[in-house]
């Protein structure tokens, strides 16, 4: 939202919070993810296929490794980029 944002995809290898994201019945952690969906034009939760969140998972390895926040918006770094071809 601070960045400008108002069209977001989510996505996760974890079908059941996507379920539980889209379901009536919500814990406290899905009630928060589903407040903040609200804050955007589009927000959409997909399940996408640990196999296929390569990207994601080598970003996270980095991200792990820093003390400071850090965003990447619209730069990818070198190695999560190879995860792509």
């Known amino acids: 939202m601070d960045l400008g944002f108002r069209v977001v ?7 059941s919070v996507n ?3 889209q379901s009536v019945e919500i814990g406290s952690f899905i009630w928060d993810a589903k407040l903040l969906a609200e804050n955007f034009i589009s927000c959409h939760f997909n399940f996408i296929d640990r196999n296929g969140n390569q990207m994601a998972h080598a970003m996270t390895l980095v991200g792990m490794r820093r003390f400071d926040d ?4 619209e730069i990818t770094l070198e190695s999560a980029s190879l995860c792509r071809h």
């Open 19 to 21: 379920t539980k994201i």
């Open 9 to 15: 995809v989510v996505e996760s290898d974890l079908r």
């Open 70 to 73: 850090r965003f990447w918006v």
